[in-house]
Structures are given as structure tokens and as C-alpha cells.
């Protein structure tokens, strides 16, 4: 990835040519901010993401709550003092300490003047507000950024005399406990960075941060929402690491646009713990880029992990060109039964037009999904790698009928499930899979409804069951062309004997060996059950399940040569859809055999 030379220039206005940088702390690309006809504003690039001491001292000039007759007793009003120095140094810039004392409040709402930088620094303190949450629909305490504003929040715990019930709905309008926004409709302040805050209570959202060109929130927790812990809306970066969202009726954590900010978009949500939610653990909406790493998802209503790409309404205005979900556990995905579709551990959506370009889902943990263990409704390139997942019903579903999904490789997982299929694909148009562990299934282990292309590799299966799906065949004559082979071991050529037998002998010490099945065998006939192919004249310990292609005129789809343990290794097709198979297609295919110690 090319980042632009880091430097600690000032953001300044130029003619609406903006500031290209990157930020040496955190790797991350800062994109042009535009012009925000404001003049020169003083923070620069190196400043955006720091610590909580570093944002105090450079923040300008220091002020103390009690400056402006705060009590802080629990029992005064303080609603007067903390609105007068938040107007205060909103206008100035600065810091605003706020003593180690609980501050008795209302609401709050203030703005912080264009190009200025306004942080609320309270370790150990408590703000406590007696609004109800339902009085004129207000915000408990709202921060306003004009035009290239930075507004930091550090330190402090938000509650509420009268905390609601999570689970007892939304309050009226958007009622957020702690919400930053800019001040002026479509025109992003600079940034909102939030650090060590916790949220004990809130009538709506925990934190809201909205329309700032960088987002960051971090070592915050979050609790007792009746919204979302953490709903975050229109950024070009958004950045959560290391926050704990528990007990919210609606998301725990969610990053979605509601106006477009251009082509620029990016989500990073890592090392969260997100628990007891009533709808998904962490989603986001609208981005061209999306991390979600190392997150830990427990007991959520609907999908544990959601990334939703698309035009469709307002909150998903851009197409993921990549996401990247990787190190994840999820545990009790979809505990919600009356949210049927919705309830997978990992959630892609697209629609047709706006398939994300490249999504990998790589080393996540799903337990116990109530539904799917990782649903993808579409996509031009779907790669599913060392996941381990438990599901209710399959494993993996990528797809749905008129969607047509791209590429979808599924590499080296361990699939458990207590549904019919354990795989289950619509409309790909390539599949492959290759070194997968699959267990559990009752009817078949790979689903495939209208997909070109499939190949299967070196998959164990744990059950005696089909490859693919159970189709019957009567009357069928076949004629095969092409030797077998052996590794580690030598094949003979067929004898007289009716069945004709062949032997194989081990060439070394090993304690088994490998025959590679070659050559096409043709079929003829009408299939109505499992097709009768004749006997290997080899007769394995116990019956192989061997996936292999098949050709009916039109399509390679897959089926399973069934190798059994009797009647001289007698050899049937089941798994295929065709009512015309015409070929099987044997290259590639191996049965694994033990040899007498």
C-alpha cells in the first residue's frame, strides 16, 4: 500500500485543494480535507490521533470546571456552570478539566467555533443527567463542531439519575447520551476522538459521533443502551479499538454514512468486546474499505458481524471495494427467532449492483450460530479461509437466487453443522474448495443450485454421506477409458474374473496408499438412481467417498464416486441434479486405502 509523505503541515484552506497526509503513529491514511472556507486551521496531521496526556497539552489553553461555580456535590444543578464553560472554551479552544466530582446537569448543547479545538477531560468524574429521555426529544449532552472543529472527549463517565431499560425500546427522537456532530448540515467538522469515556446509561445511542472527516473512538465502555452502543454516521475514517458495548437494544456497534462524503470511506473496528445485544454485534454500512479484526462478539440478537455494501437506501451510499473480517469470535449469533435471515455469525451484503469487490473472512471463531455461520449474499471475490464454525443450519451459504456471486474459495475450515447441507451455493459462478474438515451434516456436505465451474479438493468428510445431492439412476451402461495409478503402491491390470479383480501392492513401508482414479468413465442411460459404475476389483477397510466432476452435455458439476468395503470395491455415482450425465471425470480423484501391518 502507498501511504503520502508524512508531515506536520497545518490544515489550511487552499482554494478547495486539500491536504494530502499520513499518520506515522497509527498507519493510517489521512485523504484531502477540502476547503472549509474557514482560513487556517491550526492542528496538524501528526496531532489527529494521540494519547490522553497529548491531547491535553496541546489542546491551548487550560480551564477548570470550578472556574465557572460547578458544585459537584451530586445534588446541585450544575447544568448553568457546565453549559457557561463549554460555550467558553468552545469559542476560545482549549481544555476543559473537569474535577474528579459528580456534576448534577439537564442537558447540554454547545458549539465549538470553526477551526478550533474544544477537549472535555475528566478522569473520575461523573456527569449525571436527570433528563428522561423523552422530553422534547433532546440529546444529553451534544458537542457541536463548525467547519474544521476538533472536539475530544476524555476520561469522564455520562449517566442518568433515572437509567432506562435497555430492552424497553427507543426513547422519542434521537435522545444519544453523548453525541458530536458538526454544526453546520454537510459540512464535516475535522475530527471527533473519543478516549477512556464510559457511558453507564442512555436513552438512545451511547456515543454518536456524526459527520466529521475522522472518527476515532477507543478504551471506552458502554452500557445500558436503548439504541446502539456505539452509531456512528458519515466519516472518510472511523477508527474503534479496545471498547467494551454491553446491553443495548439495538447494535452494539455501527458505522454507516447517511449523507455521501465522496470517494473516500474507510471503517477500522478491532479488539471490541460487544455482548448481550438486541440486534447485530458490530456492522457497518457504506465504506469503501472495511477491517473488522480481533473483535469478541457474544450473544446477539441478529448477525454477530455484518458488512453491508450498496446503493439501496440512504445509510449505504458506496460499494466495498475490500473487506477484510479476520480473527473474530462470535459466540450465540441470532438469538432472536423471530428475525428469521438474519441471524448468521457473519453477514455480507450486496446487492446486484454493488457486489463488494474483495471480501476475505480469514481465522474467525463462530459458535453456535443460530442460523448460518457466514452468509454472503454477493460479491466479485469471496475468499473463506481457517474458520472454525458451528452452526444450526449450513456452515457457509454464498449467494441467493438473481444475485450472481464471482469467485468464492473456501480453503482450509472446520464446518460443523446440524443442517441438511453444510455448504450451500446459489448462482456462483466459480467455485473451489480444497482442505476443509466438514462434520455433522444429514444430507450432504456441498449444496450447489446454479453454479459453473465447481472443484473440490482434498476435503475430510466426517459422515458417510453425499458429496452433493441424491439423485436416483436405473439402466445405465458405462465404458471407462484410462488406467488407475498408484502412489506409493503398484497397480496390476485387471484379471478375467468376473467381477475382474486387480492388485495392489505397496511400494515402501508405509502403512497406506494412495490410488489415483484416471481417465473419463461415459455414461448412457436414464438416471433415476445411484448409478452402478462396476467394481474397482479393490476392496477398501471402509467404503470412500470420493468427490469428483461431472458432465452433462452443458455443465461440470460434482457429484460422489462411492467406493464401498464389499462385492470387490463395487463402485455407484451418487450427488448429481442431471437427468443426463454423460461423463465423470476422474483426474484428480484419490481413494486412500490401509495396508496389512
Not at 61 to 84: E, K, M, W
Not at 245 to 257: E, P, Q
Request: net charge negative.
Amino acid at each position: 500500500m502507498f501511504f503520502p509523505q508524512f508531515g506536520a503541515r497545518p490544515y489550511q484552506s487552499q482554494g478547495g485543494q486539500g491536504v494530502d497526509s499520513f499518520n506515522a503513529r497509527t498507519g493510517v491514511v489521512v485523504p484531502a480535507l477540502g476547503d472549509y472556507n474557514a482560513g487556517q486551521v491550526t492542528e496538524t496531521a501528526d496531532r489527529l490521533f494521540m494519547t490522553a496526556a497529548e491531547r491535553v497539552r496541546v489542546s491551548g489553553v487550560s480551564r477548570s470546571l470550578a472556574d465557572f461555580g460547578a458544585v459537584g456535590n451530586g445534588v446541585a444543578d450544575d447544568t448553568g456552570a457546565i453549559l457557561d464553560a463549554c460555550e467558553t472554551v468552545g469559542a476560545e479552544g482549549g481544555t476543559l478539566i473537569i474535577p474528579p466530582k459528580t456534576y448534577r446537569f439537564s442537558t447540554i448543547d454547545f458549539n465549538v467555533a470553526t477551526g478550533k479545538t474544544f477537549a472535555l477531560v475528566g478522569h473520575g468524574a461523573t456527569l449525571l443527567s436527570t433528563y428522561d429521555g423523552q422530553t422534547g426529544g433532546k440529546r444529553t449532552f451534544c458537542a457541536r463542531g463548525e467547519a474544521g472543529a476538533i472536539i475530544r472527549m476524555v476520561g469522564f463517565t455520562l449517566d442518568h439519575v433515572a437509567p432506562p431499560d435497555y430492552m424497553d425500546g427507543n426513547g422519542v427522537g434521537d435522545t444519544s447520551a453523548l453525541d458530536v456532530r458538526s454544526a453546520v448540515s454537510n459540512t464535516p467538522m475535522l475530527l471527533s476522538d473519543f478516549d477512556g469515556v464510559t457511558i453507564a446509561s442512555s436513552w438512545w445511542g451511547g456515543i454518536r459521533p456524526y459527520l466529521a472527516h475522522y472518527t476515532k473512538i477507543s478504551n471506552c465502555r458502554v452500557n445500558n443502551c436503548r439504541g446502539s452502543g456505539l452509531f456512528v454516521g458519515a466519516f472518510k475514517l472511523f477508527i474503534a479499538s479496545d471498547n467494551i458495548v454491553s446491553n443495548t437494544s439495538d447494535d452494539g456497534i455501527y458505522a454507516g454514512h447517511t449523507i455521501n462524503m465522496g470517494p473516500a470511506g474507510a471503517a477500522i473496528i478491532s479488539k471490541n468486546y460487544v455482548s448481550s445485544v438486541g440486534a447485530k454485534g458490530v456492522a457497518t454500512g457504506g465504506h469503501k474499505s472495511v477491517i473488522l479484526s480481533n473483535n469478541t462478539i457474544a450473544i446477539t440478537k441478529a448477525h454477530g458481524l455484518a458488512v453491508h455494501s450498496g446503493t439501496v437506501t440512504a445509510d449505504y451510499l458506496s460499494t466495498v471495494q475490500a473487506a477484510r473480517v479476520e480473527g473474530n469470535i462470535v459466540i450465540d449469533a441470532g438469538q432472536d427467532g423471530t428475525v428469521s435471515g438474519a441471524r448468521s455469525g457473519i453477514h455480507i451484503r450486496a446487492p446486484q449492483e454493488a457486489l463488494p469487490a474483495i471480501v476475505q473472512i480469514h481465522g474467525n471463531s463462530i459458535i453456535n450460530a443460530r442460523e448460518r455461520g457466514i452468509l454472503s449474499s454477493g460479491g466479485e471475490s469471496l475468499d473463506i479461509s481457517s474458520n472454525y464454525i458451528t452452526a444450526t443450519q449450513p456452515a457457509i451459504r454464498c449467494g441467493v437466487d438473481g444475485i450472481t456471486h464471482g469467485v468464492v474459495r473456501v480453503h482450509n475450515n472446520t464446518l460443523v453443522t446440524q443442517g441438511a447441507f453444510c455448504v450451500e451455493l446459489v448462482d456462483v459462478a466459480n467455485f473451489a474448495e480444497d482442505d476443509n474438515r466438514i462434520y455433522g451434516y444429514t444430507t450432504t456436505a456441498f449444496y450447489l443450485n446454479g453454479c459453473t465451474g465447481p472443484r473440490l479438493g482434498s476435503t475430510e468428510l466426517s459422515l458417510p454421506r453425499s458429496v452433493y445431492t441424491n439423485i436416483n439412476s436405473t439402466g445405465i451402461s458405462y465404458t471407462r477409458t484410462g488406467p488407475f495409478s498408484g502412489f506409493n503402491a503398484s497397480v496390476a491390470a485387471e484379471d478375467t474374473s468376473d467381477p475382474p479383480r486387480r492388485t495392489v501392492r505397496p511400494n515402501g513401508t508405509e502403512g497406506h496408499l494412495v490410488i489415483d482414479l484416471a481417465g473419463v468413465i461415459n455414461l448412457s442411460g436414464t438416471i433415476s438412481d445411484g448409478i452402478y459404475i462396476g467394481n474397482l476389483g479393490i476392496v477398501p477397510e471402509q467404503t470412500q467417498y470420493v468427490p469428483v466432476s461431472v458432465y452433462n452435455g452443458t455443465l461440470h458439476t460434482i457429484a460422489t464416486l462411492q467406493v464401498r468395503n464389499n462385492n470387490n470395491g463395487e463402485v455407484r455415482l451418487y450427488g448429481h441434479t442431471s437427468t443426463n450425465i454423460q461423463k465423470i471425470y476422474l483426474n484428480g480423484a484419490t481413494i486412500r486405502l490401509t495396508t496389512p501391518s
